[in-house]
């Protein structure tokens, strides 16, 4: 169900079954991108994040259930965590299950109708990332990229320097063609852009006013990021940056934690949650953070008895999840979280690799291999984990010779 429904018009249960038998299914079949516009202006005034806390999301102003039986969860926790795009992808089926009763006010004002003209006529190919762009603090504080094509099988050259002050940390996520790099720089925090053909957006502060900031985490919800920091007393914090309006929240939110050196995430295969993990006296630790109900679970520790831990990458395979860590005994390991069955191997697994101080990850698009990366005596390294074989390569240097490198991150790239 829809916002400013009447009991009249609209459907006991927001079950797919029962949308489909409603009678009204027939009086409209599609409409256009602008009709959906007007429909939005109408019902949220034009906000596609809308979240006023009156039980509507987004800029159609679905119900949690409705959102949730149409199989909007394919692509975000709630309406307004998806793009405009898969909001209007998922009012089609609504609407092509129900007709324009479904928003019985709106639908009157703006005359939402079969207008003959399908909203996307022609679903495009999804065109999963296959590259990577590494990012590296510098000796010298600065951020450095490389990219690693790996259709061709090779990086570039050399790395490229792009910019920043005293930088300590750094972390990236990618978004669409936008790979979003954040940064901590005298205990704040910081966010740029690396925009198609290779244009960098300038440095800007996070909103918040975030300091004493140990390490950095971004994990993304849709079009949208979820930062987790490790304060400068060990404590955790959270912010949302909605892309969709351009803007992060005002404040950083303090979630349970305390302890925390260094802290990674992933978001889970559906959408709704960020698993993050955080080392604390060096040992490993998870909580969840349920995106729909804004609320991170008691941290715990991952079973394996990791100790010494000087760094954490996690990365996803399908809802499971691959931890790396480095400095547990001198050595680099990896855990596995099964969460389709509910639980994490009994035991870290020690692989090939020694001296290294940062680790960053990703998953291939296909699922079948990690790429780690990481920094060992200042320079920067990489090593593929085949998973259905369960082997790690061993490891290579990234071509263009980094020295004196401080941290790293992944992120795939097109």
């Not at 050259?157 to 936008?178: A, E, F, M, N, Y």
């Not at 547990?328 to 001296?355: E, K, L, V």
Request: with cysteine; proline share 3%.
């Amino acid at each position: 169900m829809v916002k400013r429904r009447t009991s009249a018009l609209m459907l006991a249960a927001a079950t797919l079954a029962g949308l489909a038998t409603a009678g009204t299914a027939g009086s409209a079949q599609a409409a256009s991108v602008a009709m959906w516009d007007k429909m939005a202006q109408c019902e949220s005034t034009g906000n596609w994040a809308a979240n006023t806390g009156n039980t509507y999301f987004g800029g159609l102003q679905f119900s949690q259930s409705t959102w949730v039986a149409q199989g909007g969860t394919a692509y975000a926790a709630r309406a307004d965590l998806a793009t405009k795009e898969q909001q209007i992808r998922i009012a089609e089926k609504l609407l092509r299950a129900a007709g324009p009763g479904q928003w019985p006010v709106c639908s009157q004002q703006v005359g939402l109708t079969n207008d003959g003209v399908d909203p996307y006529p022609t679903t495009p190919p999804v065109t999963s990332p296959v590259n990577v762009q590494v990012g590296i603090v510098g000796g010298d504080g600065a951020l450095y990229s490389q990219y690693g094509n790996y259709a061709a099988g090779r990086f570039n050259p050399s790395w490229t320097g792009v910019g920043g002050v005293s930088l300590s940390k750094v972390t990236s996520v990618t978004v669409g063609d936008v790979t979003h790099f954040y940064a901590v720089a005298g205990g704040r925090v910081y966010g740029r852009d690396l925009n198609p053909g290779n244009s960098w957006t300038a440095w800007a502060e996070i909103p918040g006013g975030a300091t004493g900031v140990r390490d950095i985490t971004a994990s993304t919800s849709g079009a949208n990021v979820i930062l987790g920091i490790a304060g400068g007393d060990g404590s955790f914090f959270t912010q949302f940056g909605n892309y969709d309006l351009g803007r992060f929240d005002a404040d950083w939110v303090r979630r349970s934690g305390s302890g925390l050196t260094n802290v990674t995430s992933v978001t889970s295969k559906n959408g709704g949650t960020v698993r993050f993990y955080g080392v604390a006296g060096g040992r490993v630790f998870g909580s969840d953070f349920t995106l729909s109900s804004n609320s991170t679970a008691e941290w715990s520790e991952i079973p394996g008895g990791a100790t010494d831990v000087r760094d954490i990458a996690a990365t996803a395979d399908g809802n499971n999840v691959v931890l790396a860590v480095a400095g547990y005994g001198g050595s680099f390991h990896t855990q596995y979280g099964n969460f389709d069955q509910g639980h994490f191997d009994a035991a870290w697994t020690q692989r090939a690799g020694s001296a290294i101080d940062s680790v960053a990850a990703t998953t291939t698009p296909d699922g079948k291999t990690v790429h780690f990366y990481g920094i060992a005596q200042g320079r920067a390294y990489g090593a593929d984990f085949t998973l259905g074989a369960n082997a790690v390569s061993n490891w290579s240097e990234i071509t263009g010779g980094a020295t004196s490198a401080k941290d790293i991150t992944a992120s795939q790239s097109k």
